[in-house]
């Protein structure tokens, strides 16, 4: 149920009081897998330093067993954490530790998730031709192992990164790409996300009705799924193009 959102709003309290006697009677095999299981939906909600107090935990508990494979998706989400509040150099700590450990268990599907974090933090310090290497070969092995999931998010910050280098056909084509493909698994923060990247991507070329319609639809997403900071930005985007327009009531 880890996209079913209203389905886990429902259920928090109960997740959040199961990871605290997990942590508290040192369950930690329960522990580590209660919380990569529930992080992610803590970053979706922006509960960052929640996320950050069960992840640490989390990583602690992992480190005590010797398992590589859940201290590897603990580094993870203690990357995305850091990276999210802006601490960018311990993310990239977090991403490379955590990326050498899956090369070393051969964790392609891990490989795969911080590859496209790795990259993403590198194109948004202004490195891009180190982005589009991690994201390159992370795409290439998603596409090698078939990972629905991981291929769509990281043709969404592929698309984007050949937006900010101006080629602007390329963008598109990655970014409908990895839309069919969030679609085909029903993930829903996914969808929104590509459909905002999209909407923002076709409006720098002046195509305003195709924008505004993948960013209303996107909208009705991010409220659905109660995604405040994107609800911000896709209205942000909106307003913008409105005003572009001389729309001001809008």
Known sequence: HKTDYELLDQESGIILAALEAAYKMKKYAELVRGVSAFASFLLLRGNYELAEHHVQRAYEAAMMQGDRHSITNALLYKGEIASRQGNYEQAENSFKEGLSIAHQIDAPDQICALLKDLGWMTWKQGNYEQAETYLREGLTIARQHEYIERTSALLNVLGSLMASKGNYPQSVAYMEEGLGLARQSGDREQICGLLLNLGVTVA???????????????????????????????????????????????
Do not use: C, K, P
């Open 204 to 250: 720098e070329q002046g195509h305003d009705a195709q924008a505004e319609t993948y960013l209303l639809e996107g909208l009705a997403i991010a409220r659905q799924i109660r995604h405040q900071e994107w609800t911000i930005v896709l209205l942000l985007n909106m307003g913008e193009m409105s005003v572009d327009q001389g729309n001001f009531a809008n």
